[in-house]
């Protein structure tokens, strides 16, 4: 089955400075690649998603980039505030089937 | 639209016991999902259920879980007898009928002493 690999587990930032996480995958099948941000006591919500026929895209401070031939997605937060800090997910999937998640991403955001 | 609805939030029990979660999909998603996440974890899916039917149960542990989504809405997720390792936030999540995005609650936190 598909197997997600996420890094780093923890990152700390400056704010205004930018943040990478990375995520690998396993299935060359899998075409749907979300990010979700999850904060304390609350449940994982949906921030930016990719689907396989596009390379990249963007939302305002957020991009994730998509590498098929390396099976690798990345995301990206630019010019990083304090309320960007949480612990962020990426998740794979195909199709219909269920998502499977990477371990996470602490990021803080240093004031 | 109002999100997915769980309840309890928390939840404290021994070993032993049982215990229930109940979850309310956002209306017109045909598709609900059951994952477990241990702390520090990612989300594991536990059941997928289209309509009323299974989809995947593959990694359930059906020896104490058993899950039900009656009449394709509503759905509940039961555990028993709990263990010490069934100590986890339980997540609810639906999706339209043709897939992704997911849509998941607040979660249940479970305790097992």
């Known amino acids: 089955g598909e197997n997600v690999e996420q890094h780093p587990s923890t990152l700390s930032v400056q704010e205004g400075d930018s943040a990478v996480i990375k995520c690998t995958y396993s299935?060359?099948?899998?075409?749907?690649f979300p990010w979700y941000k999850q904060e304390l006591g609350k449940g994982p919500q949906l921030i930016i998603d990719?689907?396989?026929?596009?390379g990249e895209k963007k939302d305002q401070r957020i991009a994730v980039t998509l590498n098929k031939t390396a099976k690798h997605f990345s995301l990206h937060i630019t010019e990083t505030q304090p309320e960007d800090s949480a612990v962020y997910f990426c998740?794979?999937?195909?199709?219909?089937?269920?998502?499977?998640f990477g371990k996470g991403t602490r990021l803080s955001v240093i004031a | 639209e109002a999100g997915v609805a769980q309840s309890p939030r928390y939840k404290i029990i021994e070993k032993r016991q049982s215990v229930a979660f109940w979850c309310n999909p956002i209306?017109?998603?045909?598709?609900l999902y059951w994952y477990q996440q241990i702390l520090g974890q990612g989300p594991k899916l536990l059941i997928q259920?289209?309509?009323?039917?299974?989809?995947?149960d593959s990694q359930l542990p059906k020896d104490r879980f058993s899950a039900e989504r009656l009449k394709g809405v509503d759905s509940t997720l039961k555990i028993q007898p709990a263990k010490l390792e069934d100590s986890a936030v339980y997540l609810c999540?639906?999706?339209?009928?043709?897939?992704?995005?997911?849509?998941f609650g607040n979660g249940t936190r479970l305790t097992v002493t």
């Open positions: 998740a794979a999937s195909i199709g219909n089937t269920p998502l499977v």
């Open positions: 990719i689907r396989s026929n596009v």
């Open positions: 999540a639906s999706s339209l009928p043709q897939g992704p995005p997911l849509h």
């Open positions: 259920f289209q309509n009323n039917g299974v989809v995947d």
């Open positions: 209306s017109g998603h045909a598709t």
């Open positions: 299935d060359s099948a899998s075409n749907y």
